[in-house]
């Protein structure tokens, strides 16, 4: 009894561990995000950009795109271009309005990874590289699943006897 008592101590330690560490990561990479500037390079259809933040890899927008252009914009795309201090284009990020009437409004986000950005501007665009409009849907035929199925049996199989997924002695 006082064995099985040890381990059930020892598994809740490490259910506190993974949950003290979770949070901690998730606190560090939230604090890690600092505010950046944004400009907008036109005025018609109105974007408000409700918040905008980056570290040094990685950033993204969330903003609102309102129409008060007095007609309805279609299939057109929030382009949104990170340059470096030497205004060079590093990164390009997009974001379809598909289909917005006048005084209608439309939320937006642009996640976009690159490091060195030191301007952000947005503008818009009629077109969008053909991954985007075409995107690649990898889709398993019943034999690729099988074989997947398979090879995680035998991996099980042959771990050593006593081990969980090879790290963990008992």
């Known amino acids: 009894?006082?064995?099985?008592?040890?381990?059930?101590?020892?598994?809740l330690l490490l259910v506190l561990l993974f949950i003290f560490v979770s949070i901690m990561?998730?606190?560090?990479?939230?604090?890690?995000?600092?505010?950046?500037?944004c400009t907008v390079l036109f005025e018609n259809p109105k974007i408000?950009?409700?918040?905008?933040?980056?570290?040094?890899a990685n950033g993204y927008i969330y903003g609102c795109i309102t129409n008060t252009t007095?007609?309805?914009?279609?299939?057109?795309?929030i382009k949104l271009d990170?340059?470096?201090?030497?205004?060079?284009?590093?990164?390009?990020?997009?974001?379809?309005?598909?289909?917005?009437?006048?005084d209608e409004s439309q939320y937006f986000t642009i996640k976009?990874?690159?490091?060195?950005?030191?301007?952000?501007?947005?503008?818009?665009?009629?077109?969008?590289?053909?991954?985007?409009?075409?995107?690649?849907?990898?889709?398993?035929?019943?034999?690729q699943k099988m074989a997947l199925v398979a090879g995680g049996l035998i991996v099980i199989y042959y771990m050593p006897v006593g081990y969980l997924f090879g790290l963990f002695p008992f």
Do not use: W
């Not at 976009?112 to 398993?140: F, H, W």
């Open 1 to 11: 009894m006082d064995k099985f008592k040890k381990y059930l101590k020892y598994a």
């Open 25 to 37: 990561s998730k606190l560090i990479i939230i604090s890690m995000y600092k505010p950046k500037e």
């Open 48 to 56: 408000e950009i409700i918040d905008s933040k980056a570290t040094n």
């Open 70 to 77: 007095g007609s309805t914009i279609e299939n057109k795309f």
């Open 82 to 102: 990170c340059y470096s201090e030497y205004d060079n284009n590093i990164n390009t990020g997009y974001a379809q309005i598909f289909k917005l009437e006048p």
């Open 112 to 143: 976009y990874k690159c490091q060195g950005t030191e301007r952000v501007e947005i503008s818009m665009s009629d077109t969008a590289p053909d991954y985007l409009l075409n995107p690649i849907d990898i889709e398993l035929t019943q034999t």
